[in-house]
C-alpha cells in the first residue's frame, strides 16, 4: 500500500500554496487586510502569524511554509545592524524582528521563495548582514520625500529605474515604474548575496533581488495598495506566488 500525497492523484488539483505573513505585536490583523487580499488573488492561501513563537512553533510553522512575504510596518531595531539609535527612530517591535530575521534566514537558506515589502526589504537586508538609513530626512540630505503617509496608500510619489532582465524587471515587463512610498528608512550597505534591482532619481535602492535563489526579491514600495493599476496589477505577488508552487 502506497501512501502517496492525494494531490499526486491527477484527478485532485495541486493545493494552493501557505504564505506566511508575520504580524507585529499585539497588532490588529486589518493592517494586514491588503496583503491578505493580493496573496489570495495571486492563488495563494495567506497565513497571519504573531512573534513569540516557541522554537517547536517556529519549526512547525517552517516546515509548513510555501513561501514567505514579509510586510510592511515599523521600524528595525539598528541594535541588529550594529548601530546605536537615532534619535528619529520609531518603535521597534523585537519579537516581530526576531521572528523575521529567523524565518528570512531560513527560507533563503532553503531556496523558499520571499518578498520583502517595505519594512520587508529592509528586513531581509538587516538577515544578511546589510545596513539600514534609520531615517533618510536626517541622514541621507538630498534624498526625495519618501515618507508620503499624509497621502492615500495608491498616491504615486516617484518613480523607479529597473535593472534590465533582472527578476523584477522581467515580472513588470518594464524598465520604469511609478511607485507609491512609505519609509523614512531605507537600504543603505547592500547585504551579502543581493543584487539592488531598482532605484529612485535620488539614487536610493528601491528593489533587491538574490540572483542565486528560486525568488528572492524586497521591493521598498507598497504593490499591495497598487493592485488597480495597469503598471502594476498583480503581477508581482503572481509571480511570487507561481514560485511558491501555485498551479
Ligand atoms: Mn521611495
Redesign the pocket.
Known amino acids: 500500500m502506497h501512501y502517496l500525497p492525494l494531490w499526486r492523484k491527477s484527478a485532485m488539483p495541486r493545493p494552493r500554496p501557505s504564505i506566511i505573513i508575520p504580524t507585529g505585536s499585539g497588532q490588529s490583523t486589518w493592517y494586514y487586510q491588503p496583503y491578505v487580499d493580493a496573496v489570495q488573488k495571486a492563488g495563494g492561501i495567506p497565513r497571519l502569524t504573531s512573534p513569540d513563537l516557541d522554537e517547536e512553533a517556529l519549526e512547525a510553522l517552517a516546515s509548513r511554509m510555501d513561501g514567505l512575504l514579509l510586510a510592511g510596518g515599523g521600524d528595525v531595531d539598528p541594535c541588529l545592524y550594529g548601530q546605536a539609535p537615532h534619535p528619529a527612530l520609531g518603535r521597534v517591535d523585537r519579537a516581530r524582528d526576531d521572528l523575521e530575521l529567523a524565518l528570512a534566514r531560513l527560507a533563503l537558506r532553503r531556496g523558499l521563495p520571499i518578498l520583502g515589502i517595505c519594512r520587508g526589504i529592509q528586513v531581509l537586508n538587516v538577515a544578511t548582514g546589510g545596513t539600514l538609513y534609520q531615517d533618510l530626512p536626517s541622514e541621507r540630505p538630498g534624498s526625495?520625500q519618501?515618507g508620503?503617509s499624509q497621502f492615500p496608500a495608491d498616491h504615486i510619489?516617484?518613480e523607479?529605474t529597473l535593472e534590465p532582465g533582472s527578476l523584477l524587471a522581467r515580472t513588470m515587463g518594464r524598465e520604469a515604474l511609478p511607485?507609491?512610498?512609505?519609509?523614512h528608512q531605507?537600504v543603505d550597505r547592500l547585504g551579502e548575496g543581493w543584487r539592488a534591482v531598482a532605484h529612485?532619481p535620488d539614487g536610493?535602492v528601491?528593489a533587491m533581488e538574490a540572483p542565486g535563489h528560486p525568488f528572492a526579491l524586497g521591493v521598498?514600495?507598497h504593490p499591495e495598495s497598487l493592485i488597480g493599476l495597469p503598471e502594476h496589477g498583480l503581477r508581482l505577488f503572481a509571480a511570487f506566488v507561481r514560485a511558491c508552487g501555485a498551479p
Do not use: T
Open positions: 526625495l519618501h508620503c510619489a516617484h523607479v511607485v507609491n512610498s512609505r519609509h531605507g529612485a536610493l528601491e521598498q514600495w
